[in-house]
């Protein structure tokens, strides 16, 4: 359970809601909690768990079944998103921020701009020609180094690492490896997360960019020149290698790859674990696999792939009949 004290008021608007209740929560909770004075989501209103619903005292029951119900209730066209808002405003006016402002154990360069109600926490390091918009939230140990730009209301999680060297190598006239410098800096839009643990490399010469409203999960690296565009989202362990594009609103799946500079459609899904290593010129096509391919076909070979494994005999008896066959007619 959450625990808290919350009027319905304060999110009746939130939910759409066109009841009105007299209810103070303690909580948000599950329903197998059984606990009153809860704000409780439910999915799908059954026999089962109405009668559980029955047995409370002083609970709002969200959900997206559409019915009548002699219970307190509001009916929300996505469950899923009526949860998230509440859980943001729970988060807001819970917060540990107290004031906004620069901790005493973080390091900031003169030079950097900061924005309206712009927190910066402990032990974060800003490098110079930095400019973060308001409302930005700089968590704990993040370092923002030289020539990065963040726009408003974004997070920089724990230890993130924006606008380091990326690892580009020439060979030099000796044929010994040359680290190459990059300094074309990171752009960072609106309403944007940066996970855990995040790597986000400057570009060689144009900024590294990531769009409006991505959300990146902890443990992904981003390396030089690469592109992610508005809504996509990255999960965990994911790496994009140099001048990678990502489109508008894909998925990547955890601990999958993309490189060679590939250009990645909209609306693309990528599987867990996939390696994409060619352009996905299409909109909204599913790829999975190593390395990754249309999901479709993706089925198909491995469904021939289990035929052969599972009728390995047969198939040997009747290639050594064909063989032997060609074989007499010699």
């Not at 402002?101 to 110079?128: C, K, M």
């Not at 020539?147 to 030099?172: L, M, P, T």
């Not at 999960?217 to 508005?230: I, S, T």
């Not at 990528?270 to 909204?284: E, F, Q, S, Y």
Request: aromatic content about 6%; hydrophobic content about 40%; overall charge negative.
């Amino acid at each position: 359970m959450i625990k808290f004290e919350l009027h319905f008021s304060e999110i009746k608007n939130l939910l759409n809601c066109d009841k009105e209740y007299d209810l103070l929560f303690s909580g948000l909770t599950t329903l197998d909690e059984e606990i009153d004075h809860s704000l409780i989501f439910v999915m799908k209103i059954d026999r089962d768990n109405e009668l559980k619903i029955k047995s409370l005292d002083g609970c709002l029951i969200v959900t997206q079944s559409k019915g009548t119900f002699d219970f307190p209730h509001c009916i929300v066209e996505d469950n899923r998103l009526a949860l998230a808002k509440v859980l943001n405003f729970l988060s807001k006016k819970i917060s540990s921020h107290s004031k906004f402002g620069i901790s005493s154990l973080a390091s900031v360069s003169e030079d950097v701009i900061l924005g309206e109600n712009v927190v910066i926490e402990d032990f974060v390091f800003i490098g110079p020609n930095v400019l973060i918009g308001d409302n930005t939230i700089i968590k704990q140990g993040a370092k923002i180094l030289r020539n990065v730009k963040i726009g408003k209301n974004c997070v920089i999680r724990e230890n993130a690492v924006v606008g380091g060297q990326g690892f580009g190598v020439v060979k030099d006239e000796n044929g010994n490896n040359l680290k190459m410098a990059q300094l074309g800096g990171v752009i960072i839009g609106d309403h944007v997360e940066v996970g855990a643990l995040n790597t986000i490399v400057t570009g060689t010469i144009k900024a590294t960019i990531i769009e409006d409203y991505v959300k990146i999960d902890d443990h992904v690296h981003v390396a030089h020149n690469c592109h992610v565009k508005r809504n996509s989202i990255i999960t965990a362990g994911v790496i994009l290698s140099g001048s990678v594009t990502i489109g508008e609103n894909v998925w990547i799946g955890p601990n999958s790859t993309i490189m060679n500079s590939a250009v990645i459609a909209d609306n693309t899904f990528i599987g867990i674990g996939t390696l994409i290593t060619k352009d996905i010129n299409t909109p909204g096509l599913t790829y999975a696999g190593v390395p990754g391919k249309d999901f479709e076909l993706f089925l198909r070979e491995k469904k021939a792939v289990s035929f052969i494994t599972e009728n390995r005999s047969t198939i040997e008896n009747f290639l050594k009949y064909k063989i032997n066959d060609v074989g007499k007619d010699e």
